[in-house]
């Protein structure tokens, strides 16, 4: 009958449009952190469509007290069971250091002891010589992923249940891995293959 099928389009659109009153989660129930880089493509890269995930994006894809503040709702009250952390190769928190980017400002004319971080709330300060490590530089793409699944594993405000894990999108071959699985450095050269030979290995004594 076609009033079967009108109404079940219009169930489908009220509970869509009013989801958080619902208590309806999202598809998957899937809350990700990742980069605002342009060139990191989170739905395709974590193969989920629209409707399937909150997505948090921030510069470098890493634990703020926003991403905390957002990933604590989700966790504690929207029904959310997995986190997932997207960090991508030649992120643009790799091409400075903080002490740098504080220095650029300070230059500018900007007291970056003396700002207000979130000027919605005046009350939430960094002490003298923090900015610096609040704009939150990183040195190793695969180093940080690991460490901010490890802070949101270790994070109060996040449920122990939630399954956290954290994944590298590459820009240069548009693919996803794991952290430190780099398998482009394990296929151009035997020894990087591991090639077996006839040569046996010296044993020390
Ligand atoms: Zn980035």
């Given at each position: 009958?076609?009033?079967?099928?009108?109404d079940?389009k219009?169930?489908?659109?009220r509970?869509?449009?009013?989801r958080?009153?619902?208590g309806?989660?999202?598809?998957k129930?899937?809350w990700?952190?990742a980069?605002?880089?342009?060139?990191?493509?989170?739905?395709?890269?974590l193969g989920?469509?629209?409707?399937?995930?909150?997505?948090f994006?921030?510069?470098g894809?890493?634990?703020?007290?926003?991403?905390?503040?957002?990933?604590?709702?989700?966790?504690?009250?929207?029904?959310?069971?997995?986190?997932?952390?997207?960090?991508?190769?030649?992120c643009?928190?790799?091409?400075?250091?903080?002490d740098?980017?504080?220095?650029?400002?300070?230059?500018?004319?900007?007291?970056v002891?003396?700002?207000?971080?979130?000027?919605?709330?005046?009350e939430?300060?960094?002490?003298k010589?923090?900015f610096?490590?609040?704009?939150?530089?990183?040195?190793?793409?695969d180093?940080?992923?690991?460490?901010?699944?490890?802070?949101?594993?270790?994070?109060?405000?996040?449920?122990?249940?939630?399954?956290i894990?954290?994944?590298?999108w590459?820009?240069?071959?548009?693919?996803l891995?794991?952290?430190?699985?780099?398998?482009?450095?394990?296929?151009?050269?035997?020894?990087?293959?591991?090639?077996?030979?006839?040569?046996?290995?010296?044993?020390?004594?």
């Amino acid at each position: 009958m076609l009033y079967q099928q009108i109404d079940e389009k219009l169930d489908e659109k009220r509970n869509w449009a009013l989801r958080r009153q619902l208590g309806i989660p999202n598809n998957k129930k899937l809350w990700v952190l990742a980069c605002m880089d342009e060139r990191l493509p989170v739905e395709k890269a974590l193969g989920i469509g629209e409707g399937d995930a909150h997505i948090f994006r921030n510069a470098g894809g890493l634990v703020t007290d926003d991403a905390i503040r957002s990933a604590m709702l989700k966790t504690q009250f929207f029904g959310t069971k997995e986190i997932i952390v997207l960090n991508h190769t030649e992120c643009g928190m790799m091409t400075a250091s903080g002490d740098f980017l504080s220095q650029v400002l300070q230059d500018r004319g900007i007291d970056v002891d003396a700002v207000e971080i979130d000027p919605a709330l005046p009350e939430l300060k960094l002490p003298k010589g923090v900015f610096s490590t609040w704009i939150k530089t990183f040195t190793d793409v695969d180093d940080i992923c690991l460490k901010q699944v490890e802070l949101l594993r270790n994070s109060a405000l996040i449920p122990q249940e939630v399954a956290i894990h954290g994944y590298i999108w590459e820009v240069e071959t548009q693919s996803l891995r794991r952290p430190y699985e780099r398998l482009s450095e394990k296929v151009n050269t035997a020894l990087a293959m591991g090639a077996k030979t006839t040569q046996r290995v010296k044993v020390l004594t």
